[in-house]
T-cell receptor
Framework: EAQVTQNPRYLITVTGKKLTVTCSQN?????MSWYRQDPGLGLRQIYY???????DKGDVPEGYKVSRKEKRNFPLILESPSPNQTSLYFC?????????????FGQGTRLTVV | AQKITQTQPGMFVQEKEAVTLDCTYD???????LFWYKQPSSGEMIFLIY??????QNATEGRYSLNFQKARKSANLVISASQLGDSAMYFC????????????????FGQGTILTVHP
């Protein structure tokens, strides 16, 4: 089954404790990205990757890191989480980044930083 | 400037009736794509329908249709014969930009509209 898999689904952590949210897709997609969803703001792009070893900042990259060592995986790293990073996070992938390509989303990761 | 605007924070509809969810967008790119996603209370994002900027006809997918008015920059979602399972948050999103541009591939989302279907 074609899918984007994120883990964990839920995470409660303390300020400053490094964490990684994993994302994997099995559709051989080139384009992957991370979004955060906050009430009243919709989803905003954090980072994206056009292909292996090619990543770039989205609209809200502060406090996050990513890497793309393999085509299928695109982990999101929070080196020192803070309470303002409490949010619902989505990984998404699409065949390319073209305007007519559908994005497939993971199930979401609800992160709480206390 | 807001690129995608959904002006209806919440909408109510009676089961079996049709409902229109509004979406206006702003772009100077001649090539762009417009998408609607559904987010049920369980949280996942479900793709509903796509409209390309050069498409001559309005997109349809089952009970979903997109009322695309390019000159007015609007892309409203019409759900016909509403069902209880349609109760969810609905997001309008746009993909613009050419390869190599800073916005390449980015989906820009509106704030969302919560739809409640009453029995």
């Amino acid at each position: 089954e074609a899918q984007v898999t994120q883990n964990p689904r839920y995470l409660i952590t303390v300020t400053g404790k490094k964490l990684t949210v994993t994302c994997s897709q099995n559709m051989n997609h080139e384009y992957m990205s991370w979004y955060r969803q906050d009430p009243g703001l919709g989803l905003r792009q954090i980072y994206y990757s056009m292909n292996v070893e090619v990543t770039d900042k989205g609209d809200v990259p502060e406090g996050y890191k990513v890497s793309r060592k393999e085509k299928r995986n695109f982990p999101l790293i929070l080196e020192s989480p803070s309470p303002n990073q409490t949010s619902l996070y989505f990984c998404a992938s699409s065949l390319f980044g073209g305007t007519n390509t559908e994005a497939f989303f993971g199930q979401g990761t609800r992160l709480t930083v206390v | 400037a807001q690129k995608i605007t959904q002006t209806q924070p919440g909408m109510f509809v009676q089961e079996k009736e049709a409902v229109t969810l509004d979406c206006t967008y702003d772009t100077s790119d001649p090539s762009y794509g417009l998408f609607w996603y559904k987010q049920p209370s369980s949280g996942e994002m479900i793709f509903l329908i796509y409209q390309g900027s050069y498409d001559q006809q309005n997109a349809t997918e089952g009970r979903y249709s997109l009322n695309f008015q390019k000159a007015r920059k609007s892309a409203n979602l019409v759900i016909s014969a509403s069902q209880l399972g349609d109760s969810a948050m609905y997001f309008c999103a746009m993909r613009e930009g050419k390869a190599g541009g800073t916005s390449y591939g980015k989906l820009t989302f509106g704030q969302g509209t919560i739809l409640t279907v009453h029995p």
